[in-house]
């Protein structure tokens, strides 16, 4: 049997079909291309010089003439009533008057003279673009009487909103680019991803300031703040590969040097990390050591700690403050008489290691770490005499930092404070 679809039906689900796509279009629009446009609002000030010569009547006429003259001149641009006779000194306090009104421009006028001779020097400045526009000057020789005013001797002030002014829409373009598949996030309530191309294009309210954040895996994410205002923007969003791995130079306890490098499994924010911290050599500056005999300044013990951890951090990588967490192994290695051994009475234990990064720039990270181990001994003394200074082993108890609980052993004091490179 076959089916017969008619002309007709066809012709239905075509026109079902437009409906529904220009019945969504409204909605992209409204972000997309929005159509709406703001008047402008400005306020007038009129200021006198302190040589002029008008009298309290000749100052209320003139302004508002002005007044008038200016809110006839373009229907874009709304002059509000609540003007200023004695203008703001300051440029921030002709701001804050405007704004406080609401207002996105003003225009001002300052009189020189007299009524018998009149000078006068006007100027508008736009909030929107940030720049003084539309500067003139009046000159009339002769007697000005209140007939002349009516006549419109503010003819060139309202050439200037008739030519500088016009409505302005409330969205205006700003262009994004940067690596392809970046998210852009806390500019809108939604996130936006760049292009296939890199590129995104967003109209945006203005004027406003806007702040961005933009990630992308295996990148440093940035964060930016750009001011909205008359004009189209573009902004070029900088992407720098994540850290795959570092290198890190510590003191252990600030007494024994350490060194270690990092792989990150996941850029900049899972890791491997490979640590070393020689015994061999350690700063011994304090005096009392209470019933043990004091080491030399320098001293030490054939010993090398190898420690193995899987750590993550618990930030982003571009904050200031970064903590992280790590656990795994270590490996205990003795040197004496240059044969190198797994150490008897402990040659294994565990780590555990909390650490906070301050980051003055994203490569360059400085550290501090607390990195407790336990450790399942034979012999207290076998493992401090391969541990410490001969001098502490000589008598009884535990040194400080050292907690035994036969079998095992914490070393409960270890603090590492450091400087990290990653690349």
């Given amino acids: 049997m076959r089916t017969t679809v008619s002309y007709s039906h066809w012709a239905g689900v075509v026109c079902v079909a437009l409906f529904g796509l220009f019945s969504l279009r409204p909605l992209q629009a409204a972000w ?105 000057e009046i000159e009339r020789p002769f007697s000005t009487g209140f007939r002349d005013i009516e006549r419109g001797i503010w003819g060139d002030a309202a050439a200037v909103l008739q030519e500088h002014y016009a409505k302005y829409q409330d969205a205006v373009e700003v262009r994004f680019r940067g690596a392809p598949g970046t998210t852009l996030r806390n500019i809108w309530d939604e996130p936006f991803e760049l292009n296939e191309n890199g590129e995104l294009t967003l109209l945006l309210p203005s004027p406003m300031t806007y702040r961005y954040r933009a990630t992308l895996r295996g990148r440093y994410p940035e964060t930016g703040t750009f001011y909205l205002q008359h004009d189209p923007l573009f902004i070029e969003i900088p992407s720098e590969r994540a850290a795959r791995f570092a290198v890190e130079f510590f003191t252990a306890n600030f007494r024994y040097l350490g060194a270690a490098a990092s792989l990150y499994l996941i850029p900049s924010s899972v890791y491997v990390r490979t640590a070393a911290v020689s015994y061999a050599f350690g700063l ?89 181990r336990v450790f399942e001994i034979e012999s207290r003394d076998a493992f401090l005499s391969t541990t410490l200074p001969n001098s502490y082993v000589a008598e009884q108890g535990s040194p400080a930092g050292y907690i035994f609980s036969r079998p095992y052993l914490v070393r409960v004091f270890e603090f590492h404070l450091g400087l990290r490179r990653q690349f």
């Fill in 284 to 372: 011994f500056l304090l005096e009392d050591y209470g019933e043990y005999r004091v080491p030399n300044l320098i001293d030490g013990a054939p010993l090398t700690e190898l420690t193995s951890q899987l750590g993550a951090y618990l930030r982003p990588p571009d904050t200031l403050l970064r903590p992280y967490l790590s656990a795994g192994g270590v490996l205990r290695l003795t040197h004496d008489d240059a044969s190198l051994a797994a150490e008897n009475s402990a040659p294994f234990g565990m780590i555990a290691t909390l650490g906070l990064e301050y980051s003055p720039n994203l490569r360059t990270r400085f550290f501090v770490e607390y990195a407790p």
């Fill in 32 to 136: 997309e291309h929005p159509e709406t446009f703001r008047e402008r609002r400005m306020v007038v000030f009129m200021s006198f010089d302190g040589d002029s010569d008008y009298t309290e009547r000749d100052r209320q006429v003139l302004y508002d003439a002005l007044v008038i003259e200016l809110a006839s001149a373009n229907p874009d641009v709304v002059i509000l009533q609540e003007g200023s006779h004695s203008t703001p000194f300051r440029f921030e306090q002709k701001v804050e008057y405007a704004r406080a009104r609401e207002a996105d421009a003003w225009f001002e006028v300052v009189l020189f003279g007299s009524m018998e001779r009149l000078v006068a020097r006007g100027t508008s400045y736009d909030l929107l673009r940030t720049q003084e526009i539309g500067a003139f």
